[in-house]
Structure formats: structure tokens, C-alpha cells
């Protein structure tokens, strides 16, 4: 079966930035040829207008590194600029009140990144609506090694996240992918981290990867479906 793609947007203070090999101290807000700015909703409807999806997945970092709340203001005129696309939305969730809150906003379904949890009970919690997040930086895997070991954990949508190779054009990591693919040949798994165009993708299907996060590609022309 065909890969699906699903666009990226990385937040920080508001507006969209370009995220490069994991640094996201380093990261700036983008100029891509897809929006006249950085802003949330120009950029959203400039992905979906170069590669149509119905899942878009939203990273909103300062949530992620610093404990703040998700930045609902960018994630409303997100959700009005795409009417009808499902919002996937890492917002370094690591305890069940905030979870609950994202939930009842209605925003989309929480992604819990691994980076983010000190056990498996929020996952166990929230498993039937959450999306998991295994990730991993230069071959270290990134919080509690059971999340990584018992697929019994795992919710139907697995992401398996290189953030080493985000926005590196490197490729994505094909032998972490297929690991997990062989641990839970259930779950749909989704790459993140260094698909470069068409080629992965045809990679990523030979393995029987369900879905591709993407951003850098699709911004720089290399890969779009309209």
C-alpha cells in the first residue's frame, strides 16, 4: 500500500519554524515558498495545498522543552484554516491533567513522545486516543525503555521518531523502523526524521511502514501531491 504522508509544522513563540537535525535551540522561523509568512494557519493551508492529507501533526516545541501549555491560540487557527483535518499535536505531554485539557479542547489527538514520559501509566491511560512517539537521538533511545519494549503498550498509530535526522536529508532510519514494524506488526508505524522524496517512500512501503511524517521535503518542492 501507498505511504501516507502527513505534513509537518514545528512551533515555537507562534509562528512555524524550520527544524534541522533535532536542534531546536537552532531552529528559525521558515521561509517557504508554500506561505508569504511564518504564521500557523498560512503555513498549514500551504502544506495541504502542496500535499493534501487528512492529518496534519503539529510539534509544538516550547510545550515540549519548557513545560508550558499547548499554544492553543496557533492551534485554533490551525484547525479553522483546515477544516477537516485531524490534528496530531505533540505538546511534550508527560501528565494526565494536561492530556485531559488537550481532550476536551477538541483540538486532535495528543501525541505522547517518549522524550516526554517517566513511565508507561499516561499511555496506558489515554492509549485508545492517544498516538505514541518513540524517540530516539543518535541511536539512544529517549525515555523509559519499556515504551520502546512492550508493544502490548502501544496504541494502533506508532511513530517512530529519529530526531537526529529531522530536516538532515539523510534518509530515514530504515532499520529502526523495520525493528519496530517486526515488534508490533499490528500498529500502523509512521517514520519521522529524513524522508527526502518519492524514493523513501517507495523504502518505507517496502517495509511495510504505514505513513511519513514530512515538512522539509515538501516545503523545498521535493515531494508534492496535487
Sequence with gaps: MPVRVIPVIDLRGGVVVRARAGERDAYAPIHTPLASGS???????????????????????????????????????????????????DAGFGEEEGVARFLEAGFGRPVLGSESQTGTALLERFRAAAVLSLDSRGGERLGPAALHAEPALWPGDVIVMTLARVGAGQGPDLGALAAVRALAPGCRVHAAGGVRGPEDLAALAGIGVAGALVATAIHDGRLRRV
Excluded: M
Design 39 to 89: 504564521g500557523p494557519a498560512e503555513v498549514a493551508a500551504g502544506l495541504l495545498a502542496a500535499c493534501p492529507s487528512d492529518t496534519l501533526y503539529v510539534a509544538d516545541l516550547d510545550a515540549i522543552v519548557s513545560g508550558r501549555p499547548p499554544d492553543r491560540a496557533s492551534l485554533a487557527a490551525i484547525a479553522k484554516a483546515c477544516p477537516g483535518t485531524a490534528l496530531w499535536v
